[in-house]
């Protein structure tokens, strides 16, 4: 059983351009969760999706962030204008579908943002 | 508001040597506990979770975590670290259900010869 998969590994982008992250969750789980980790920092949470639908977006910044979670294929977080203070690991995490506060997230390999 | 604190930035032991890293919470209902540990490059992998029951959890890699409401505290520890256990090691507490995830900046362990 695959764990969660996350591409790219690595991203540069240049200031003003976008950024997409793909994250696709273990088979058989259907909620998806993304977070930041700055440098020397831990992990913030972003947003909390299930398939076609925003639980959670308290983390996420008022502009330029965007996630989603279609029917079919990964999950997207869409970073529109990148600035330097993007730069940062993007992590997803995904649980199963009966989610519970017991439910463990399993963490995928990340994705390290670098805006030049 | 939920928080978690490592008051612990990095560690250094000697292999063979006794560890614990320290995790203080803060939230108000019964949490639930985690310890990842994180190394270079890589994402997270679980150690142990706690939710309730014993206070006292094993994990995997020969780590455990206990619980103390009194203390607010949810430290881990290894009766000997080998030099694989170096990495970074987030505490973590499950709020709104569990959906949400507060982690700690971490601390970083060094294990040294």
């Known amino acids: 059983n695959a764990g969660v998969m996350q591409n790219p590994r690595h991203l540069v982008r240049r200031r003003g351009q976008e950024a997409r992250l793909r994250c696709s969750p273990m088979k058989g789980h259907s909620h998806v969760y993304w977070y930041r980790q700055l440098p020397e920092e831990g992990l913030k949470f972003m947003v909390y999706?299930?398939?076609?639908?925003?639980?959670?977006e308290s983390g996420m910044p008022k502009e330029r962030f965007s996630a989603e979670f279609p029917k079919e294929g990964p999950s997207i977080l869409r970073i529109q204008q990148v600035v330097r203070g993007d730069s940062a690991a993007y992590f997803c995490?995904?649980?199963?579908?009966?989610?519970?506060?017991?439910?463990?997230?399993?963490f995928g390999p990340g994705t390290r943002l670098t805006v030049l | 508001a939920q928080s978690v604190t490592q008051p612990d930035i990095h560690i250094t032991v000697s292999e063979g040597a006794s560890l614990e890293l320290r995790c203080n919470y803060s939230y108000g209902a019964t949490p639930y506990l985690f310890w990842y540990v994180q190394s270079p490059g890589q994402g997270l992998q679980l150690l142990l979770k706690?939710?309730?029951?014993?206070?006292l959890v094993q994990g995997i890699k020969g780590f455990e975590a206990e619980f103390k409401r009194s203390q607010s505290s949810f430290n881990l520890r290894k009766p000997s670290v080998h030099w694989s256990d170096a990495a970074e090691y987030f505490c973590?507490?499950?709020?709104?259900?569990?959906?949400?995830?507060?982690f700690g900046a971490g601390t970083r362990l060094f294990v040294k010869a």
């Open positions: 995490a995904s649980s199963p579908p009966t989610a519970s506060s017991t439910d463990t997230q399993y």
């Open positions: 706690y939710f309730s029951g014993d206070t």
């Open positions: 973590a507490v499950g709020v709104s259900r569990g959906f949400k995830t507060i």
């Open positions: 999706l299930q398939k076609e639908n925003i639980i959670d």
